[in-house]
């Protein structure tokens, strides 16, 4: 997990500028969207390790735990890459990632690989859901039906937590808003592949899409609506 924070004059000038500390707090219309917490990401030694990763699943589980005992889902969203030249291939491969590495990170993001599923220290519940994705971000247009699946569910406020923050948090941060969702980012249950990259993932996000809190003050928050 990342020791750095963002100060508390950012913090404050944000909500100066917003008029506003945070959302309101209704669990039956929030869910919980984990993000990309999958072997590839997590175990050590893997081929994207985001070594961070691994400190933030305990802050996760709690999050899940607090928001289904409050009545809010969780959903558990992941990366699955399509077949080199198929209708849905992308070009971050071709642009983005050296050709030696581009065939390692298509298998190890293909159903059936080892390195595809979810970390097996998460703690899924048995009524969560599940949202496979072919983007950075969940709502980009053809990448999964999240954006459907929430609002069937009757969700207006999305907590995000994660990997990584700079890259597909922050995507779905940015898409969520856009799609005129509540968004929460929570500082201590995401990660990225440095402090200096988290922070500035974290301080884009705050400053135009999203409120930023820790795992102890949204937990806290779920537990004063139970009272």
Known sequence: MHTSRLSEKFLAEVRARRGA???PLVPGETALAVIDMQNVFVAPGAPMEVAAARGIVPNINRLAQALRQAGGKVIWVYTTLAQAGSERDWV??????????RETIRASLRPGHEMHALWSELDIGEN?????????SPFSPGASNLDETL?????SHLV???TLTDVCCECTVRDAMMLNYHVTAVED?????SDEDH?????TIARLFADITTTDTLIGGLRRQDA
Do not use: Q
């Not at 922070?199 to 301080?203: A, C, D, E, P, V």
């Open 128 to 136: 969560d859901l599940t949202c496979e994705k072919d983007r950075f």
């Open 160 to 162: 995000v937590a994660g």
């Open 21 to 23: 500390a945070g959302f």
């Open 189 to 193: 249950a995401n990660a990225a592949g």
């Open 92 to 101: 971050y491969l071709s642009d983005f990632v050296r050709p030696e590495r």
């Open 199 to 203: 922070l500035r993932g974290l301080t």
């Open 151 to 155: 609002r069937r569910a009757g969700i």
